[in-house]
Antibody
């Protein structure tokens, strides 16, 4: 059974940093690209980052580029999201999601999410 | 960026009815649209990929259609467990991915 378990969320002040983790099991983690997607309090879904299966390629939207870093440790079956210079608009539930093989594929499995609140 | 417009924002249905959700793209995206269901306090779940391709484990009452800019997700006979939010997502502009704002399905 594919499982993705996020952790590391919490309350952080504006300008602060936080590192999220996503532990994967039930599939060959190193064979899949992975993404982070967040859901705002208004329930809007926003793509945050994608990393290739081997970790060599990373992609971000302009809203987080330069502030967020996605990475992975295939030996530990774990995906990460390092977030810095956090803003109130980064407040959201953060999900990690598995992407299928290929570039135009959907996200076929999602974790349960970890909540991030940016507030003073 | 490719914008996805979902309508209506809220759909009210009775059990057993057929319901359709609309998703319109700001430019042609072929069939690179995927649909997700999110129940209350749950995570998104993939329902349909590439506009009309079924997903293993998803009930056959869910179907998708469309190409270009107009897409539809249909539920043939709504059950109470289908009460949820439904989102479309495009992957045509990979690596940039975008989602629609969602449609809330509620019971009358």
């Amino acid at each position: 059974e594919v499982m993705l378990v996020e952790s590391g969320g919490g309350l952080v002040k504006p300008g602060g940093s936080l590192k999220l983790s996503c532990a994967a099991s039930g599939f060959t983690f190193s064979s899949y690209a992975m993404s982070w997607v967040r859901q705002t309090p208004e329930k809007r879904l926003e793509w945050v980052a994608t990393i290739s299966s081997g970790g060599s390629y990373t992609y971000y939207p302009d809203s987080v580029k330069g502030r967020f870093t996605i990475s992975r440790d295939n030996a530990k079956n774990t995906l990460y999201l390092q977030m810095s210079s956090l803003r109130s608009e980064d407040t959201a539930m953060y999900y990690c999601a598995r992407r299928g093989y290929g570039n135009y594929v959907p996200m076929d499995y999602w974790g349960q999410g970890t909540s991030v609140t940016v507030s003073s | 960026d490719i914008l996805l417009t979902q309508s209506p924002a809220i759909l009210s249905v009775s059990p057993g009815e057929r319901v359709s959700f609309s998703c319109r793209a700001s430019q042609s995206i072929g069939t690179s649209i995927h649909w997700y269901q999110q129940r209350t306090n749950g995570s998104p779940r993939l329902l349909i990929k590439y506009a009309s391709e079924s997903i293993s484990g998803i009930p056959s009452r869910f179907s998708g259609s469309g190409s270009g800019t107009d897409f539809t997700l249909s539920i043939n006979s709504v059950e109470s467990e289908d009460i949820a939010d439904y989102y479309c997502q495009q992957s045509n502009s990979w690596p940039t991915l975008t989602f629609g704002a969602g449609t809330k399905l509620e019971l009358k």
